[in-house]
């Protein structure tokens, strides 16, 4: 086994990488040329004519904004209680606390359902989410 094992470092050894295509060659240089240098933006603004558009445009923006947005009216929604309906209920049986006391486990399964009502628009919004409750309780060993 040893001596398969050193034949194969043997040749792993021999090996000799390729060397990379020279399209692979020539995207890497192009990556790490320098980046080309960014003007700030404030060297845009040296031009006397550049600020004035600049004051024009921004009193024109404030001069021609509209108003104050109407404030938007609040829904008046009722809501209706929530309804529980139960899917499922095992019993696990008895297991071991973390403080070593014997319990019992039994898990139930519930479908939520919560409704809201637009009284003004008749609208309603029915949403449904699952629910998962474990119950546990003393059990008394014999």
Not at 19 to 39: M, N, T, Y
Not at 46 to 75: C, N, Q, Y
């Amino acid at each position: 086994m040893k001596d398969e094992l050193d034949a194969l470092s043997d040749q792993l050894r021999a090996f000799v990488p390729a060397p990379p295509p020279r399209e692979l060659e020539q995207r890497v240089a192009a990556d790490l040329l320098p980046a080309p240098k960014v003007r700030p933006f404030i060297s845009h603004f040296r031009h006397p004519l550049a600020w004035a558009a600049a004051v024009v445009l921004t009193a024109g923006i404030w001069r021609f904004a509209p108003g104050k947005a109407p404030p938007t009216p609040a829904i008046a929604w009722e809501s209706e209680p929530v309804v529980s309906t139960p899917v499922s209920v095992v019993d696990e049986g008895f297991s071991s606390a973390p403080d070593g006391r014997t319990i019992r486990r039994v898990r139930m399964k519930f479908e939520d359902t919560l409704r809201w009502r637009d009284p003004a628009s008749g609208a309603q919004l029915l949403v449904s989410f699952p629910r998962e409750e474990v119950l546990t309780s003393p059990a008394r060993a014999f």
